[in-house]
């Protein structure tokens, strides 16, 4: 039971943290179905890859062409996480295209999907790729002196700005931020490691029989779990995916041209943002409830308005990861539970293994494999097709959720 | 308590800019302010150009806090790799509900690891560092 909120000893009405009636009413969307996934191209993944991005971007998108059975020059349409690998100008050069009649390049999670199903949804491209060419394990680290320089040269690339109330008192790091919002959902929920401890577990049981995931030959146990370093109290280790070097590109088109490709089409039924009043990047903390992630609460509601369906028509659900803690919230926020019910949920691994209730990232997800947000489309593609190596009975429909801590994106395939 | 463990290591300054210049200079002054819509009476941190109820530019103010409140949730610090330098491990960093409803992180003082707690009465103190710059801290009161 949710223990009482310390915030009736305070004057909460008059934060600017109360929540506003927007009075706008839900956006149209016509997407529905039109587009669809016709090719996959993974790089696998290692912990120094020892190649450019330039050549992990050429490589997974010719792998991904070859996959779909589209030839490169007929590729019209790149988007990117602004992030990782090479600009659209670069990579087109590298692989020869004429011309792109549609580029861009987006922020969070796996956002740049939206870009795609609009461009390819609207004409603006026929066949779009989308890569994520990311070595974050060999590339160079962040060190905290950066941190220093980039605040005194002003360079805005490190995520600083806004993080002024923060870094002063020695807060520093994505692990951190997260942990001050487990800490809350520990307290309010009673919400043990030992129960959110089967998320790894689970996730290394599935990355031990997927090649691909490098991180663990044999599946860890809850011990292991609990066992595992003490980063920032309350977060441990295991609570954090690894980084891994690795690069991957879909293939974007109509549903209708991907019903004359190779594979079976894995159809966008469809894709939503989300965001929310008072939000900051993993440290949304002003806000009423900081354990509620509201972000992929409103992008849910609009996923599930799109596609006509609801959560219990989802086979399996590839969440965000990164941080084990927000994968119960994201559960409770998708709608697959009540709030601060996603712990109990999960306790005993069951209901999230492949066969459970809720299948979770059955690839392993990012903490088996490393964190490359895209990870989480192809998971769900190979299901869809049935070529997963934890393949599930009956994947006809799968929803993908990005974005955790911030603003949110999604995704419900369906064959 | 925290401590500073090596004071040749800097310690971390915020990024001044336009929207948060007051807030800072108060601090520098050992006062808190918060920022505060006239016209709506709401409170809003991080500071912002605009109140977000009104969207008035003009009837935004800068209020002096009480600097009561509890602690809402808090971080400990105890890995060295995770952790920034300049600070003896471990530290704490509290985010802690003030009187106004809006909330702040800080480091504390003079508190033991286990009297950190959400729903523990704090208020807050500042004091000027060594290298020049003020913060503040949040200590127990009582309730």
């Known amino acids: 039971m949710a223990k009482k909120s310390i915030k009736d000893k305070t004057n909460r009405a008059k934060s600017g943290a109360k929540s506003r009636k927007t009075g706008h009413s839900m956006a149209k969307n016509s997407i529905k179905n039109k587009t669809a996934i016709v090719g996959i191209g993974v790089v696998n993944f290692s912990k120094n890859i020892g190649r450019s991005e330039w050549y992990t971007a050429s490589q997974c998108i010719k792998l991904a062409a070859d996959d779909a059975g589209v030839n490169i020059y007929d590729i019209d349409g790149m988007v990117k996480n602004i992030d990782d690998g090479p600009d659209p100008s670069y990579v087109q050069k590298g692989l020869g295209i004429d011309n792109l009649t549609y580029h861009s390049e987006s922020h969070w999670g796996t956002s740049a999907m939206m870009n795609a199903v609009q461009a390819i949804a609207s004409g603006a491209a026929n066949y779009c790729v989308y890569y994520q060419p990311a070595h974050r394990a060999s590339g160079p680290e962040k060190s905290i002196s950066d941190y220093r320089v980039a605040r005194e040269t002003r360079d805005d690339s490190l995520d600083l700005i806004r993080y002024d109330f923060f870094s002063p008192f020695g807060l520093i790091g994505q692990t951190g931020y997260v942990g001050m919002t487990y800490q809350r959902y520990m307290y309010e929920f009673g919400v043990k490691p030992e129960q959110i401890g089967w998320i790894p577990v689970v996730e290394s049981e599935s990355a031990a029989r997927n090649p691909n995931a490098i991180f663990f030959d044999k599946p860890i146990t809850i011990k292991d779990y609990l066992n595992s370093r003490m980063v920032v109290n309350p977060m441990r280790e295991y609570d954090v995916a690894p980084k891994v070097d690795g690069a991957i590109a879909i293939i974007i088109t109509t549903t209708e041209r991907a019903r004359d490709l190779k594979h079976k089409p894995v159809i966008i039924s469809s894709c939503a943002f989300g965001m929310a009043p008072e939000g900051q990047f993993h440290t949304s903390y002003t806000r009423d409830s900081i354990t509620e992630l509201p972000e992929m609460k409103n992008m849910a509601r609009e996923l599930f308005r799109i596609a006509g369906v609801s959560p219990k028509d989802i086979k399996a659900a590839m969440l965000d990861d990164t941080f084990i803690p927000y994968v119960p919230m994201q559960l409770e926020a998708l709608g697959f539970c009540g709030r601060g019910e996603g712990a109990a949920f999960c306790e005993g691994g069951d209901r999230i293994r492949p066969g459970g209730e809720l299948p979770i990232n059955t690839d392993g997800g990012s903490f088996g494999q490393g964190k490359l947000d895209m990870t989480r489309i192809v998971e769900a593609v190979r299901q869809i097709r049935g070529t997963s190596t934890n393949q599930i009975d009956n994947a006809d429909m799968i929803l993908v959720a990005s974005g955790a801590g911030g603003p949110a994106d999604g995704l419900i395939l369906r064959g | ?143």
């Open chain 2, 1 to 143: 308590m925290v401590e500073y463990a090596d004071k040749r290591i800097p310690i971390m300054r915020p990024y001044i800019d336009v929207d948060n210049q007051e807030y800072w200079d108060a601090v520098k002054q050992h006062k808190l302010v918060i920022q505060h819509c006239k016209k709506c009476d709401k409170y809003f941190q991080p500071p912002r150009p605009m109140c977000p109820y009104c969207h008035s530019q003009d009837t935004l103010e800068w209020k002096e806090s009480s600097g009561k409140g509890y602690i809402y949730a808090y971080i400990m610090f105890t890995a060295d790799k995770m952790a920034y330098p300049a600070f003896k491990l471990p530290y704490a960093v509290v985010l802690v509900e003030l009187e106004e409803g809006v909330r702040i992180t800080a480091n504390t003082h003079e508190m033991k690891p286990e009297e950190i707690e959400p729903g523990v009465p704090v208020e807050i103190m500042f004091e000027d560092l060594h290298d020049g710059q003020t913060l503040y801290r949040f200590k127990k009161r009582g309730a």
